[in-house]
């Protein structure tokens, strides 16, 4: 979806459309995956040189309470932003070679139901990764312990 949707979804949601907000969403769009708010701040500041990272943060806060961003943490010590897209999706990430698979959301419903059923725990299973070996590393990995 191009920005202009989400932007859609901001004014419906009753939220003013500032140039920074079309910007940071513009920013985020044109990126066609995961990006930091660090490289959303250096693309905006392009166009619009005075914009602070506050204003950055605050309007991804924003974007991801609206949940049309999805924050992701990789384990490289920051939150990685993608907009968000149907269907949802998760990542494998291979901590050896840092391979990256995603995932469809569906392979979490049983997850999810037993998580509301058994403990009464609504999870937000929205987007997330999950660390481990991929089958290539494990293949490896299982064979040196022979």
Known sequence: MHHTG?????RESGHRLTPQREMILSAIC??????T???ILKRVRKRYPYINKSAVYRTLDLLVQLNLVNPTDFGQGCVEYEMHRHPHHHHLLCRNCHTMVEVDERIFATLEKTLRTDYGFVADLDHFAIFGLCRKCSAKSSKSHH
């Open 6 to 10: 989400f932007l859609d979804e901001l």
């Open 30 to 35: 044109d990126c066609q995956g995961h990006v």
């Open 37 to 39: 708010a660090d490289e």
